[in-house]
């Protein structure tokens, strides 16, 4: 579930009054730590099982992201929280004692029942039901008021003085045909293009030039490539940081239903429905590996295949494809996993029959049907766009 929605589903699960208890602890463990693994583990008893890309975080930047500034560290920490059982608060967290608090304590190392109700039924009355700014409404509306008359005089009256004399017989048909002139012309539309595309196709073909006589390589369903220029029929995109290429712009698309999922949920699924048994370290650490690195973990690979942008080294029922010598996907060759089971991560952001996607922030999920065998092929690849 999109962390957008993992927070509307605790808005509406839980009161007004939750939900201000619950921002305020955020904010009192920002302020003694100002990190948000602490924070996480302080609220759930659990540890984010992919660290936060800027783990330091303040109480203002907390006040400024409810106040509506985005921040798009604490939006992942946010949904990611709130999609997990808050531990039960035990009473205002004070600063001085952040260090005798664990966060991490389960429930059973916790005081008993009695002593947390009494603390709820002592504690002091601090939190104030504000009164709605009425004089701060009235004040808004008068200026509103004042702006939109004065608006209205300045162009009726000072702007466009003439308006208020009378025309002449003579002028007044003139006037009125180039305003019909005017509104005869045509008004540029002005569409914003995104400069990400993604294919669209089972397979397309890539070519290192305009004329699409020279190919390159073959892209897959899913795959997401950054754009360059374009043109009616082709686009020039980048292919790594020394190569482009062109591709046809009918087996291509720039928009994508809904939005991005957290990478936690994307990883998550992947350990939970595919066969990670290789996995030495995690998913994340793969990402980046050299070839060196696995021949080191693996021995040799089984076969390999190179064209002119990626390399590709099998091992069993699943590959990797390096880009510069990095690791950038990983994919499992025989799976049964279906379109249907892999909406149950998130819904399908572009899909066909035999072909489905997901996206996290950091992530792509391509499913490729393998009607030949039945099976289906599935890759986890660095969305690095």
Request: negative net charge; proline residues 4%; aromatic residues 8%.
């Amino acid at each position: 579930m999109h962390r957008s929605l993992q927070a509307l589903q605790y808005y509406t699960s839980h009161s007004e009054e939750d939900i201000r208890r619950l921002h305020e602890r955020i904010r009192l463990s920002l302020a003694s730590t100002e990190s948000l693994t602490d924070t996480m583990i302080r609220l759930t008893g659990q540890t984010p099982l992919v660290p936060f890309k800027q783990d330091t975080v303040t109480a203002e930047e907390w006040s400024a992201f409810l106040a509506g500034k985005h921040h798009h560290e604490l939006a992942d920490f946010y949904g990611t929280l709130v999609a997990r059982p808050i531990l039960e608060e035990d009473g205002p967290v004070e600063p001085k004692e952040d260090i005798e608090i664990a966060p991490s304590l389960s429930r059973t190392h916790r005081e008993p029942e009695a002593i947390r109700r009494n603390k709820v039924k002592t504690r002091p009355e601090q939190r104030i039901k504000r009164k709605f700014p009425w004089g701060w409404v009235a004040l808004l509306i008068l200026c509103f008021l004042l702006g939109a008359g004065g608006t209205y005089v300045y162009s009726n009256y000072i702007a466009s003085p003439s308006s208020s004399k009378p025309k002449s017989t003579i002028e007044q048909p003139v006037t009125v045909e180039k305003e019909k002139e005017k509104t005869k012309e045509p008004t540029p539309e002005v569409k914003e293009e995104s400069n990400v595309l993604y294919v669209k196709s089972r397979n397309s073909n890539i070519y290192s030039d305009s004329a699409l006589t020279d190919l390159l390589f073959e892209a897959d369903f899913g795959d997401g490539y950054r754009v360059l220029e374009t043109t009616d029929s082709i686009s020039k995109i980048e292919l790594t940081d020394e190569l482009t290429g062109y591709i046809k712009n009918n087996d291509t698309t720039k928009s994508l239903k809904g939005d991005a999922i957290a990478d936690e949920s994307l990883l998550t699924w992947v350990n939970d429905n595919l066969d990670t048994s290789f996995v030495t370290e995690t998913l994340i650490d793969l990402i980046g590996k050299k070839a060196e690195d696995l021949n080191s973990t693996y021995g040799p690979p089984e076969r390999t295949f190179s064209d002119e942008v990626n390399t590709y080294l099998f091992y069993g029922t699943h590959f990797f494809t390096l880009q510069n010598n990095k690791v950038i996907a990983i994919d499992w060759a025989e799976t049964a996993i279906t379109n249907a089971e892999l909406a149950t991560l998130a819904p399908l952001q572009l899909e066909t029959e035999t072909t489905g996607l997901v996206t996290s922030n950091s992530y792509r999920l391509q499913r490729f049907e393998q009607t030949e065998t039945s099976t289906s092929r599935v890759r986890l690849a660095e969305q690095n766009l």
